[in-house]
C-alpha cells in the first residue's frame, strides 16, 4: 500500500468521522490505543506512564 493510498484512506475516515459527530471517541480510542502501545513498549526501569482520566 502506497503512501498515497494510505493518506486518502485517512482522509476519508477522518471525513467520515466528522459528519457522523464520532469524532470525539475516534480521537479518544486513538489514544488508548497509543497509550497501551507506549506501555507494551516500555522498559522494565521505565516509570509508570501519565494515563489520561475518563470523565
Sequence with gaps: ???QKL???S??????AVS???LPKVLKA???A???LIK???ASKWGT???LSSR
Excluded: C, E, Y
Design 1 to 3: 500500500m502506497g503512501i
Design 7 to 9: 493518506i486518502s484512506l
Design 11 to 16: 482522509v476519508t475516515l477522518a471525513v467520515l
Design 20 to 22: 457522523t459527530g464520532q
Design 30 to 32: 486513538v489514544r488508548i
Design 34 to 36: 497509543q497509550l497501551q
Design 40 to 42: 507494551d513498549s516500555q
Design 49 to 51: 506512564p501519565l494515563l
